[in-house]
C-alpha cells in the first residue's frame, strides 16, 4: 500500500515535495516510480528511481525540474518539484514500476496564481 502527501496549490515558479511511504511488501527490493494523471488524461510515468540511490529516470517534461529519492529506512520515495507550471496540476501517485501494487489516494498538485 501507498500513501501518498505533501501536494496542495502553488503558484507557477513554487516548489512542492512529495512523500509517499510503503508497506506489504520489501521496499528495499523494488523499483519505485512516482506517477500523475491530470484531469481528463491518462495516468503518466513522471519518475523512477532505482533500488540503489543513484538511479534515476524522468519524463522529459519534468527533467531539470524534478528530482526523485528514496530512503529505504523509512519505506519512502519523495518528489522535490522545482519550477512548478500550470501543466504540472494534477494528482501524484506512486507505485512500483510496473504500476502493479494497489494505487493509493494519491496527492493533489495545483499549479495556479
Known amino acids: 500500500q501507498f500513501v501518498e502527501s505533501g501536494g496542495g496549490l502553488v503558484q507557477p515558479g513554487g516548489s512542492l515535495r512529495l512523500s509517499c511511504t510503503a508497506s506489504?511488501?520489501?521496499?528495499?527490493?523494488?523499483?519505485m516510480s512516482w506517477y500523475r494523471q491530470a484531469p481528463g488524461k491518462e495516468r503518466e510515468l513522471v519518475a523512477t528511481i532505482g533500488r540503489f540511490v543513484g538511479t534515476t529516470n524522468y519524463a522529459d517534461s519534468v527533467k531539470g525540474r524534478f528530482t526523485i529519492s528514496r530512503d529505504n529506512r523509512k519505506n519512502t520515495v519523495y518528489l522535490q518539484m522545482h519550477s512548478l507550471k500550470p501543466e504540472d496540476t494534477a494528482v501524484y501517485y506512486c507505485?512500483?514500476?510496473?504500476?502493479?501494487?494497489?494505487w493509493g489516494q494519491g496527492t493533489q498538485v495545483t499549479v495556479s496564481s
Open positions: 507505485n512500483l514500476r510496473d504500476g502493479s501494487g494497489k
Open positions: 506489504g511488501f520489501t521496499f528495499s527490493m523494488n523499483v
